[in-house]
């Protein structure tokens, strides 16, 4: 955990600077914790929108440490990827476990003290729904200290929420909706739609072909 003393001497030193008030700015949003969370249906843009949150605390000088699913191949095997084209180089995971593991590895975190080694890391995960164990993981390093940014659908395409995102919503400082557009009529889609694939699945990756985003009204389940 951060001491006090320690943002005591990190705020004085950016005031002893010519350019007090910036350096006093990049002191605080260095030591603000956030938990941002991006939810909707698919074809939302919540990839594009947690990519240029991360990029925000990147022109900040703050490091990145980034995920995903190991089964989410539907662009870049090693990369996050919205939509639209952006991406961002992630550590590939099977589920929230190994977010913890890689972030020992590389000296971020302590499995045996279960607690961060640096101050204020910058944690993405993208998909959250996709990893066992993550809300839970998400959790633990917010309360650590981290900054988390994350990006997932909430609802399965039966329109009941995901495990993983019941257990991070209490948790967020700040949730953005982003809605997508409805495949049937072109009003605001909060929604999705399976329209192929296995019905059984919870989760299956796909993309236009097996899922659609819908409004209310043209929703299977409502």
Known sequence: M???????KFISEAL???????NFNRALSFYKKEFTLFVGPMFG???????????????????IYAFKPLIDNRYKESDIV??????LKAQTVEDGSEILEFLDDWGIYSLSDKDLLV???VIAVDEVFMLEGCG???????????TIIASSIQL???GNPF???KEIMPYATKIEVCPAVCAVCGADAHYTEKTGGRKDFEVEVGGSDIYEPRCFNHFSYF
């Open 156 to 158: 399965n395409s039966d």
């Open 16 to 22: 002893s600077k010519k350019e007090d008030a910036l």
């Open 2 to 8: 951060i001491e006090g003393n320690t943002f005591a």
């Open 45 to 63: 843009g919540k990839t594009t929108r947690m990519l240029s949150e991360v990029d925000r605390h990147s022109y900040r000088g703050r490091k």
């Open 119 to 121: 101050e204020s890391p």
């Open 136 to 146: 839970e993981v998400l959790s633990h390093l917010f309360k650590c200290g981290a």
């Open 163 to 165: 495990h993983e995102l």
């Open 82 to 87: 919205s939509h639209n084209g952006g991406s």
